[in-house]
């Protein structure tokens, strides 16, 4: 069964920290690039950073650049997104996605292969 388990959501000040984690499972992960994305209440789902392999440069966007900093493990087959200096913005939910490697990361989430379920970012004035 594939499963893609995120963590590390909370409650946070502006200007904190958090670091999330997903967990991967079911699927040969060291085969597919992986994302993050979120949602905002009201809004759709904004890609926010994808990796490839581990020593490729990832992709951020424009918002979250100098701030956000996505790894990956391919041992524990877990990708991280470090996220510094929040701002009430990035209140979300966050999802990790699965993408095999040769597609790319499609800015489009409904091109994905495998999705998470979510964790919630709540980031206070």
């Known amino acids: 069964e594939v499963q893609l388990v995120e963590s590390g959501g909370g409650f946070v000040q502006t200007g904190g920290s958090l670091r999330l984690s997903c967990a991967a499972s079911g699927f040969s992960f060291d085969d597919y690039n992986i994302g993050w994305f979120r949602q905002a209440p009201g809004k759709g789902h904004e890609r926010v950073s994808c990796?490839?392999?581990?020593?490729?440069?990832?992709y951020y966007v424009d918002s979250v650049k100098g701030r956000f900093t996505i790894s990956r493990d391919n041992a524990k087959n877990t990708v991280y997104l470090q996220m510094n200096s929040l701002e009430p913005e990035d209140t979300a939910v966050y999802y990790c996605a699965a993408k095999r490697r040769m597609f790319g990361c499609p800015t489009d989430y409904n091109f994905w292969d495998y999705w998470g379920k979510g964790t919630l970012v709540t980031v206070s004035l």
């Open positions: 990796v490839a392999n581990e020593h490729d440069s990832p």
